[in-house]
């Protein structure tokens, strides 16, 4: 059976009440280069590059701290499952404020935000450092006072 000349057959047997015809007039139908063929290669329409998926935050809110008058400083400590990995911390420090975030997940960031710290620290001499499943956070005091609570409070 030749598939390619039925069409044709049908068309010329039964003309308009042919399965293959269509009551679309001329100027709407498509021209022939824009409908759907098969075979072939592929055709590259477009190279946009697929978008990234946009990891999730999520805040960080069982953490303890403590008051290290021997060192002039705040140490605030912060656990997860599993091993923290020190390249995927990243720490702000501001006088009075911070922002620790861990790069936990292809699609998680888990983030420690203090808006606004009971007495000033100094940023530049504020570090961290990662104990297997843990982050410590090292505020260096801006004076040598107590600090009763981490958090201000109205």
Not at 14 to 42: F, H
Not at 43 to 52: A, F, K, S
Not at 95 to 117: A, F, G
Request: aromatic share 8%.
């Amino acid at each position: 059976v030749d598939r390619e000349n039925l069409v044709d057959e049908s068309m010329q047997l039964k003309g308009e009440n042919s399965y293959y015809a269509s009551n679309v007039p001329e100027e709407t139908k498509l021209p022939d280069d824009k409908r759907i063929t098969s075979g072939g290669t592929p055709l590259l329409i477009g190279t946009d590059q697929p978008h990234q998926l946009q990891k999730r935050i999520i805040p960080i809110t069982a953490y303890s701290w403590n008051d290290d008058n021997a060192n002039d400083r705040v140490a605030v400590y912060i656990e997860f499952p599993g091993n923290v990995n020190p390249s995927q911390i990243h720490c702000e420090y501001q006088v009075r404020s911070l922002v620790m975030s861990y790069n936990y997940s292809d699609t998680e960031i888990k983030r420690l935000t203090i808006p606004r710290l009971n007495r000033e620290i100094n940023p530049a001499e504020s570090t961290f450092k990662v104990r297997k499943n843990k982050v410590i956070l090292y505020l260096k005091k801006a004076k040598n006072e107590n600090w009763p609570l981490l958090e201000f409070r109205n």
